[in-house]
């Protein structure tokens, strides 16, 4: 699919520009080498489903947790938003580190989708490149004041480290739950 130039004009210089292609954030095909991985975690947060989509969606829960080098961005949003809104360009950025992508769905207090572009990488391109993050929440089926939040990262791995990347996986999700309710008190 083309999005073609709103005005048709070459910007005032001697060489045309192309129309902007619009593409899937990743291919659906996995690289020669690469085996699909899929994470998941769920956590109960002895917090509501308001408070705990609130954290979940604040843009400043990842931007201001960061220590230098890496840095996490939300851009080019529509009418100018940069926060948790379907089409905002985010990227979590430093060394070892490229997860750049665009946020999908969200539904509400339910539902959030960040799509991972071709390129995004974890240490390096040649061991681990996620595809998607997906975060649903509900209330906890016995305590409406308490939340169940389930993840689900998509990722492509080279085959002879799958066995690392989920290693690599739990221990960084682990201290998610506890962190968001360390943050929500």
């Known amino acids: 699919m083309v999005d073609p130039r709103p005005d048709g004009a070459s910007g005032g210089d001697a ?63 529509a009418d100018g938003e940069t926060g948790f809104m379907t089409g905002v360009y985010n990227a979590h950025v430093g060394p070892f580190t490229n997860f750049s992508g665009v946020l999908g769905e969200i539904r509400d207090k339910e539902y959030r989708d960040l799509q991972y572009f071709y390129g995004s990488f974890a240490i390096s391109p040649a061991l681990f490149r996620p595809t998607r993050l997906q975060f649903w929440l509900d209330d906890h089926p016995d305590d409406p004041g308490v939340s169940v939040l389930h993840l689900r990262l998509d990722a492509v791995v080279r085959r002879s480290a799958r066995g690392v990347w989920g290693w690599l996986m739990r221990r960084f999700w682990a201290r998610f739950g506890r962190w968001c309710e360390r943050a929500t008190q």
């Open 15 to 77: 060489r045309a520009e192309g129309p902007v292609v619009l593409v899937r954030p990743a291919p659906t095909l996995t690289p020669r080498g690469f085996v699909g991985h899929r994470y998941e975690h769920t956590w109960v947060i002895n917090r509501s489903r308001d408070v705990v989509w609130g954290w979940l969606c604040d843009p400043s829960t990842f931007t201001d947790s960061q220590v230098w080098p890496w840095r996490v961005e939300f851009l080019n949003g």
